[in-house]
């Protein structure tokens, strides 16, 4: 609760709106003090970097480089599928690319739908997706839905209770991959990454419109930030666990 509270502190997005506000609230109070105005310009400057196509792109480019999406040759790999949620945006994505899997393994693949909303537990995340599936013309029968989980740590867990140590192929966000496949090879399961939802450009040239801000890449920069910070509170608990 509390990693979850400092961790939305320090996203961009929120770093852009209390440097502006608190900048604000100290100018007004002393127009010849010098804080405010560095707040102020400091909010700005947050706002512009990290709302630009090249820094949103770099960010998200070093979690999403490391794997690249499954061909025909590693379907026979696996006989399951795990999907993690990751909010409705990134649901849909993700839900199609293991339909896409699916299909690939002409219909012989049991999908496992895990975790849910750790904003709202009765948000039924996992049950919208299972219905994403069945209306696709997955069988219902073909689909397990662990909906137990609040965050990527659990859904380790609890998926590691159902697939044991059977290979499976892994469907999350690109960003979210390297971080995933660590936390389930530490308790010995065997996925195979799956990535979906690749949202860095890899591109070496930028127009001009792209160092224009864009909320988009706010957005991205807020979910890069948001995967680099986890990976450094796992690092640490991992640490501290083995300290002892």
Do not use: C
């Amino acid at each position: 609760m509390i990693y979850g509270m400092v961790q939305n502190f320090l996203m961009p997005s929120t770093l852009v709106l209390v440097f502006t506000i608190v900048g604000f609230f100290f100018f007004f109070k002393n127009k010849e003090g010098k804080l405010g105005k560095a707040l102020i310009i400091s909010g700005f400057i947050f706002y512009y970097l990290f709302s630009i196509t090249p820094v949103s792109d770099y960010l998200m480019m070093s979690l999403e480089e490391k794997y690249t999406t499954i061909s025909e040759e590693d379907i026979e790999k696996a006989e399951k599928a795990v999907v993690l949620l990751g909010g409705r945006e990134s649901n849909v994505l993700r839900g199609s690319e293991a339909l896409r899997i699916w299909h690939m393994a002409e219909g012989e693949m049991e999908i496992i739908v895990s975790g849910t909303d750790p904003m709202l537990s009765t948000s039924g995340e996992a049950s919208a997706v299972r219905g994403f599936f069945t209306n696709r013309g997955v069988d219902s029968s073909s689909i397990i839905i662990e909906g137990e989980s609040y965050n990527t740590r659990e859904n380790v867990a609890n998926v590691q209770k159902i697939v044991g140590d059977e290979p499976f192929f892994l469907v999350t966000s690109a960003y979210h991959m390297e971080r995933s496949i660590s936390e389930f090879k530490r308790i010995g399961a065997n996925p195979i990454p799956a990535p979906t939802d690749f949202k860095g450009r890899k591109v070496f040239k930028y127009s001009v419109f792209d160092f224009i801000p864009h909320g988009q890449n706010l957005r991205n920069s807020d979910l890069a930030i948001h995967e680099h910070l986890g990976r450094v509170y796992y690092r640490l608990i991992f640490i501290f666990n083995n300290s002892y």
